[in-house]
């Protein structure tokens, strides 16, 4: 089997991470996995470096550091600064382009998202109703099932599909003694995070693609 992530599973965002620095690694893989599962993960001589490249020391600087006052404002701050920025967009932008199609996001018109930054906290968060000036402008435009439809993205089935199509490929891929894996993580947990989602026990979807795009980014750099 090849030790490459086919395209059609390889995804916009993990291409991105995979251009980012090599010694920047530790951070990249931080977002699924606490501090406790972290040091089980790594293997110790791995652990003091990579603890030093948390993606959450990232956020907590950006916490400490926003020009917002309350705590929905700064939020949305370092929202806009990391994850629209480095995923969303990213990966809307580099979708569209790849098929020729020019997309346009209206709500992120400079002029406006100044202004919002500028509305007091209950336009934007109402008893527990997010979106709560948007809804109000469009109330008498849309109807009720509209506006009060569950938020709903755009994600992929990976919790059954590394039950499924794509178990054998993520077993070989990092389970093999072939992984680059080996040099840095416990693979003894590496292998309860995938009994633990074949048994149905837990979710761990979002671990084992981490670890694919990690093991990939080594092929690729180390």
């Not at 992530?5 to 010694?23: D, F, M, V």
């Not at 490249?53 to 990232?58: F, G, I, P, R």
């Not at 527990?128 to 089935?157: A, C, D, T, W």
């Not at 794509?166 to 995070?193: C, G, H, N």
């Amino acid at each position: 089997m090849s030790n490459s992530i086919p395209e059609s599973i390889l995804g916009q965002g993990l291409a991105y991470r995979l251009s980012k620095n090599y010694n920047d690694i530790p951070a990249y893989i931080s977002l699924f996995f606490n501090d406790i599962q972290r040091n089980k993960l790594y293997k110790p001589e791995f652990y003091e470096k990579a603890i030093t490249k948390k993606a959450e020391s990232y956020k907590l600087d950006l916490l400490e550091n926003c020009y917002s006052e309350d705590i929905v404002t700064t939020l949305q701050e370092v929202d806009i600064r990391t994850y629209l920025v480095d995923d969303i967009l990213t990966k809307v932008d580099r979708a569209s382009m790849s098929n020729s199609i020019e997309v346009r996001v209206p709500l992120l018109d400079h002029e406006l998202a100044e202004l919002t930054f500028q509305m007091p906290v209950d336009l934007k968060l109402n008893r527990g109703s997010s979106k709560y000036i948007l809804k109000e402008v469009m109330k008498n435009y849309l109807p009720r099932s509209v506006l009060e439809h569950k938020k709903q993205g755009f994600g992929v089935p990976l919790d059954s599909w590394f039950r499924s199509d794509l178990k054998d490929y993520s077993v070989s891929r990092l389970l093999s003694s072939d992984s680059q894996l080996y040099d840095f993580l416990d693979m003894k947990y590496v292998e309860k995070i995938f009994n633990n989602h074949f048994m149905g026990m837990r979710d761990s979807s979002p671990k084992i693609w981490m670890l694919l795009f990690m093991d990939e980014w080594l092929s690729q750099n180390a």
